[in-house]
């Protein structure tokens, strides 16, 4: 076998062994990590951009809000226009705020 794997016992796993790859070195829980943090980095820009498109829907629909965002890549140009092209930059400048 190679690097941090091992077949399956029933020592590795708690349970007898099945014929699968068992890491002994952590490996699932550093890929699990990654994958967690490049799914949020990618998703929060497009959640960020369609929950202002919602919320500017509810307050044109009272009559309170002018329409700021015409479109999802809109949405996207607007905030890294007034915002910074860094989602980080926002993230920080929010706590400087408050």
Not at 31 to 53: H, Y
Not at 63 to 68: D, L
Not at 80 to 89: C, I, L, M, Q, V
Request: charged content about 20%.
């Amino acid at each position: 076998m190679d690097g941090g794997w091992q077949a399956g016992t029933a020592a590795a796993n708690a349970e007898p062994s099945r014929g699968h790859l068992v890491a002994v070195d952590g490996t699932p829980l550093r890929q699990g990590a990654l994958a967690s943090c490049m799914a949020v980095t990618l998703s929060n820009p497009l959640e960020v951009v369609k929950i202002r498109l919602q919320l500017q829907g509810e307050l044109i629909r009272r009559g309170e809000f002018v329409k700021a965002y015409r479109s999802v890549p809109h949405g996207f140009y607007v905030i890294a226009k007034t915002e910074g092209a860094s989602w980080a930059d926002g993230a920080s400048r929010q706590r400087l705020r408050g």
